[in-house]
């Protein structure tokens, strides 16, 4: 047998690094002052990954208060070591002393170690910011904490709904109305319903005196109006409207979209005209860079002389549905389904099937399947995309730029549409994407939900808030419905003038019946000003 290997003698430095590893994963804060204190009395060189588990472990323990004067007190010290030996910090650094610094109350110092950054060329995070907001916040220092969100849209950091709660918080106990009015769109804008703290805050600002005093008795409803069309419905922006004492109430919403305290019905939220728009170039800019440019130009052609198609169908997503069996293919009878389902539901209006080019010569070469795909070819609502391009643009872009629905199972989790990174992507998917599924054979579409869970504010100046509750879905959900008095008299004509959005938006795309220009995939066909009756 040959001589056992002898272990190799540990540095102090690696000695160190093991046993500080051990104690950040326990959370034992004290043991890692021992450890050191005891490098720094045999000088053992220290960097930057080992400052900052130092500083992490104190910056987690001042929520202990058994522990939170020794975290702070060594917290500090470790931080002013690293910087004498100058030894550079990154961002997880800033973020644990700006931590510390704000538990000890000091708002102040926390935000200047924010904007310090920029000398180090280290970028902030949401987390780095945080604690310079929260302290602020907390300690009703309401311009202190407008100042960090403005640095934050600076240098891009985005609020979430704990940022914009406490601010919203912050404004409303110190009585800045405006300010109030500001976050709850911003609130609108950042999440789909709010969860239960945050609802209490909306829940004590209207409830508070101060409310009532916020307003216009006199505002000018036309210029209300068109906002809200503007807007894609669900909301106007136009200020708070009325005066007067608030009442605020948990209810739910009926199936007709109405709401169980007030009697006012929601809305199904769309994306505004010029929002859709932007979207629509958006797509078409990326689909340039990744598809031989000509081909999606040449579509780009084709879909303007041929803008009269009320939903837009995902062929392959549909022919494939389920097949994951042995005997598995691309299911024409599934397609053709949806096909004359929705023809038949549009008072006999074809919708515009997208299939790739290899699936179409498949579908041709199969003598079962060939006489079909002719007579779609024939009527004119096949497209076929070509080889080597990917399908996904295509649909995606037809059912954006002409505003309609969209038949698709697909989740659109993909990198391509991730690459449009639009905070609005997943209103638009709830608006225009309808889903379906298979049951034994019969063809069923998912209808389009009556109105959207999210906070809407009503042409007469009332809210309703969607709280988030795991446990249950629409209808069951509860609502935070807050009315004036003064305001019941103005909502019964809200519903007319939201839900004409969709109308507004599609108006320009209305082309006479009259018109027989045909291109490779055939003729049009009369478009009707909305698609929403195809899932009534």
């Not at 929260?134 to 309401?142: Q, S, T, Y």
Request: with cysteine; net charge negative; hydrophobic share 35%.
């Amino acid at each position: 047998m040959g001589t056992p290997k002898r272990k190799k003698k540990q540095t102090p430095e690696t000695q160190f690094h093991s046993s500080l590893t051990f104690c950040s994963k326990n959370k034992d804060l004290s043991s890692a002052i021992s450890l050191y204190e005891s490098a720094v009395s045999q000088n053992t060189r220290l960097n930057q990954h080992h400052f900052n588990t130092l500083l992490y472990l104190c910056s987690n323990s001042v929520t202990d208060p058994s522990l939170k004067q020794l975290a702070l007190e060594y917290g500090f010290r470790v931080f002013d070591h690293m910087s004498l030996i100058e030894v550079l910090p990154n961002e997880a650094t800033i973020t644990a002393v700006a931590r510390l610094a704000a538990a000890k109350g000091d708002g102040d110092y926390a935000f200047e170690l924010v904007k310090g950054m920029e000398k180090y060329s280290v970028l902030p995070r949401l987390r780095t910011c945080d604690p310079a907001l929260f302290c602020f916040c907390e300690k009703l220092e309401a311009d202190k904490a407008y100042e960090v969100e403005e640095y934050m849209n600076k240098v891009g950091v985005s609020v979430e709904e704990p940022e914009i709660a406490a601010l919203l918080k912050v404004s409303a106990e110190t009585g800045r109305g405006e300010r109030v009015y500001d976050y709850l769109h911003k609130l609108r804008n950042a999440v789909r319903c709010v969860n239960a703290l945050t609802a209490k805050i909306i829940e004590d600002w209207y409830r508070d005196g101060r409310a009532s005093e916020v307003g216009e008795v006199n505002c000018d409803s036309g210029r209300v109006k068109e906002a809200v069309l503007r807007n894609g419905g669900g909301w106007h922006g136009q200020g708070w409207v009325g005066k007067g004492d608030w009442a605020v109430q948990r209810a739910n919403v009926d199936s007709d979209s109405r709401c169980c305290s007030c009697g006012e019905h929601l809305v199904c939220v769309d994306i505004d005209c010029a929002e859709t728009d932007r979207f629509a170039q958006s797509v078409a800019a990326l689909a340039m860079e990744r598809e031989v440019k000509s081909n999606f130009s040449e579509f780009q052609d084709w879909l303007d002389k041929h803008a009269d198609y009320e939903a837009i169908v995902d062929g392959a997503n549909i022919g494939l549905y389920q097949q994951n069996f042995a005997e598995g293919g691309f299911s024409l009878p599934q397609l053709d389904a949806v096909v004359k389902e929705l023809y038949n539901r549009s008072g006999e209006k074809w919708p515009l099937v997208v299939l790739h080019n290899r699936r179409f010569r498949s579908l041709v070469e199969n003598p079962s399947h060939r006489k079909v795909v002719e007579e779609w070819m024939d009527k004119g609502f096949l497209y076929t995309t070509p080889s080597g391009s990917n399908d996904d643009w295509y649909w995606l872009y037809a059912a954006v730029k002409l505003k309609c629905l969209l038949i698709t199972n697909d989740e659109m989790r993909d990198h391509i549409f991730e690459l449009l990174g639009s905070s609005f992507f997943l209103k638009w998917k709830e608006r225009h994407q309808v889903r379906y599924t298979f049951v034994k054979g019969n063809l069923k579409l998912q209808t389009q939900p009556p109105y959207s869970s999210v906070i809407q504010e009503s042409e007469s100046g009332s809210w309703h808030v969607p709280v988030a509750d795991d446990s249950c879905e629409e209808p069951a959900r509860t609502w935070l419905c807050i009315t004036r008095s003064s305001a019941s008299k103005a909502s019964s004509g809200a519903l007319l003038s939201q839900n004409a959005f969709l109308n507004s938006c599609t108006s320009e795309l209305v082309t006479s019946h009259n018109d027989k220009t045909t291109t490779k995939t055939g003729k049009r066909k009369e478009r009707s000003p909305s698609p929403s009756h195809l899932m009534t």
